[in-house]
């Protein structure tokens, strides 16, 4: 399964972290498969080739939508504790 390539590759492991928060699982693998699953999406490990267009952009569509609230989320928490 190839991964994206991050603009700064020393934030993977955060980013995992922040993917399994949002998706509500503890081990950070688990993260796009739980979404996947909540969508109805056959999502397996490996290849996935016989995902259509529309399937595949739920998965990326919604944990990338869920992540940028939990990003807004944090940055208000933090801006309210300065």
Do not use: C, H, W
Request: proline share 4%; hydrophobic share 35%.
């Amino acid at each position: 399964m190839s991964r994206r390539k991050l603009l700064v590759p020393e934030a993977r492991q955060a980013m995992d972290q922040l993917k399994a928060k949002v998706a509500g699982v503890s081990d950070p693998k688990e993260a796009k498969f739980e979404a996947a699953r909540e969508q109805g999406i056959p999502l397996d490990k490996g290849y996935n080739g016989k995902l259509t267009s529309e399937q595949a952009g739920k998965i990326g569509g919604r944990m990338g939508g869920n992540m940028v609230k939990e990003l807004v989320r944090m940055a208000q928490e933090n801006l309210s504790k300065k």
